[in-house]
């Protein structure tokens, strides 16, 4: 499968870095020197100092035989143009970035007419994700499966004294499976010898009602209280998201921006919305505007420390849901440390939804932990599929990879050694970044996806 990515920006790197630990031949295409020589360096991928929009240069990598083209620069115009012409000059699907607002209502035209497979907005998505979170009653971040049925949560272990220092197999959580724990910023997927840290965060899968027992047993549920008030610091481009669709749902949106011209633009996009021009930082002004009546509050700036900062100083005045934006995936470990309810990474999202989209076929989701730490991918099994018909400790699973849930004629169990997977199962893979290369033969989707379509192609032009 050969893979081009234009941009070779944050997203770019992103992409290429969740990519490369596939079969797939990957070329990186950007104009700026100094980003491809950090990207040739960490990954084995090929690079080109070149324009996406030179029809030359996409002829001299002979575009016409690649089976994806994603662009990811900063231009949406750019984007737009490079998916246009790699799509006319023969190259099989197309993956565009554009995330301005002024074409959100017109995606779907352009899309059709420029030869667009697939549009990627990685601000919408994170906007969607908060709005997600914000609509849930738990005070934790939970990652739903198989229809809503099965849910996985981030949970800090130091919220039940009496889990640390035990091993696993003793704790009390009947139906459920603590599928991985992050140590230091580092995840690892645990056995039932596996000891608990004080610190330690562990994600924790099962069906719906055994978390909402586990959770009330934490007393990490929220109080019978829907989210109504909502305080943004941040008025880019994702608060501007965040806002519009908030506002849909009929609750109260505050934002404060600092920069007087974005808010004139927002007080004219946003009529329902309360938009005060003013120093997110300045604690004073919080306040004045109210923070400790809020229901929730969202720190979206450009700054991840201020992001973290504000956040935390809301937790701190009584806002029951914080969630913060960050963007480096260096501040992993230090995040679930600090004791943010949820922070969101932008790339990760978006490297998600396109894992999604190229695997295609059966695949329903993605997700990346902790930076691409971990990928939890939720799969529907075909009746061709390897796994299929066979216990699981006959399928030689690697150590790096786990299935944490399935879901079977709608009734969800955790899978033990004996379980076997039937077909039309939906089932929850947790996978560390060493097995990616198996996960794809154990797990490759059967005929119909974009991935066996592309897997297929290439395997014919080897």
Same mark, same amino acid.
């Given at each position: ?22 079969? #797939? ?21 090929? !690079? ?15 575009? =016409? ?7 990811? !620069? ?29 074409? $959100? ?43 809503? @049925? ?7 272990? $130091? ?9 696993? @197999? ?13 140590? /230091? ?9 596996? %000891? ?75 009529? &329902? ?17 109210? *923070? &400790? ?20 100083? #809301? ?5 029951? @849901? ?12 230090? *995040? ?6 949820? #922070? ?16 295609? =076929?059966? !695949? ?8 691409? %730490? ?5 799969? *529907? ?8 018909? @066979? ?24 899978? /033990?050694? &004996? ?15 060493? #097995? ?19 897997? &297929? ?6």
């Amino acid at each position: 499968m050969k893979i081009l990515i234009v941009g070779a920006g944050k997203l770019g790197y992103k992409i290429a870095s969740a990519i490369s630990t596939t079969s #797939a031949d990957i070329t990186v295409v950007d104009n700026d020197a100094e980003v491809l020589d950090k990207v040739r360096e960490h990954l084995d991928v090929l !690079t080109i100092k070149a324009s996406g929009v030179q029809i030359e240069a996409l002829q001299n990598i002979n575009i =016409g035989t690649f089976d994806l083209a994603i662009a990811v !620069t900063d231009s949406d115009e750019t984007n737009i143009i490079v998916c246009s012409l790699a799509k006319k000059l023969g190259c099989k699907k197309t993956i565009a970035r554009i995330r301005g607002p002024e074409y $959100s209502q017109q995606k779907s035209f352009l899309m059709s007419i420029m030869g667009i497979d697939y549009a990627v907005n990685p601000e919408l998505a994170t906007a969607n994700e908060i709005i997600r979170y914000l609509l849930r009653g738990y005070t934790f971040y939970a990652e739903d499966f198989a229809e809503g @049925k099965v849910l996985m949560i981030d949970f800090n272990a $130091s919220n039940i004294k009496d889990f640390i220092g035990k091993k696993l @197999k003793e704790l009390d959580i009947s139906g459920l499976l603590v599928a991985a724990i992050s140590r /230091n910023g580092e995840v690892i997927i645990p056995h039932g010898e596996s %000891q608990i840290l004080d610190g330690d965060v562990l994600y924790i899968i099962g069906n719906r009602d055994s978390i909402n027992q586990f959770s009330k047993k934490c007393k990490t549920s929220l109080p019978a209280k829907y989210v109504k008030k909502v305080m943004i610091l941040g008025g880019g481009k994702i608060g501007y998201y965040l806002a519009e669709n908030l506002i849909r749902l009929g609750m109260q949106v505050k934002i404060i921006e600092q920069d007087k011209s974005r808010c004139e633009y927002l007080s004219e996009k946003l009529e &329902n919305a309360l938009v005060i021009c003013g120093d997110g930082s300045d604690l004073t002004l919080l306040e004045e505007e109210g *923070i &400790n009546i809020m229901d929730a509050f969202v720190g979206v700036t450009g700054y991840d420390e201020e992001n973290l900062l504000m956040t935390l100083m #809301a937790k701190r005045l009584g806002v029951k @849901k914080a969630v913060a934006k960050v963007s480096k995936s260096s501040y992993a470990h230090i *995040i679930e440390r600090l004791g943010v309810d949820v #922070a969101l990474n932008p790339l990760d999202i978006t490297a998600s939804d396109i894992l999604r989209f190229i695997r295609g =076929g059966r !695949t329903v989701s993605v997700s990346l932990l902790l930076g691409g %730490q971990a990928e939890v991918t939720e799969i *529907i099994a075909d009746e061709d599929m390897p796994i299929v018909g @066979k216990r699981i400790a006959d399928l030689g699973l690697p150590k790096g990879i786990i299935i944490g849930a399935v879901s079977h004629k709608g009734k969800v169990f955790i899978p /033990n050694g &004996n379980s076997v997977i039937y077909p039309g199962d939906r089932f929850v893979v947790l996978c560390l970044p060493s #097995a990616f290369l198996a996960l794809e033969a154990f797990f490759k989707p059967s005929k119909g996806g974009l991935f066996s379509e592309l897997w &297929n192609h290439s395997k014919g032009n080897r």
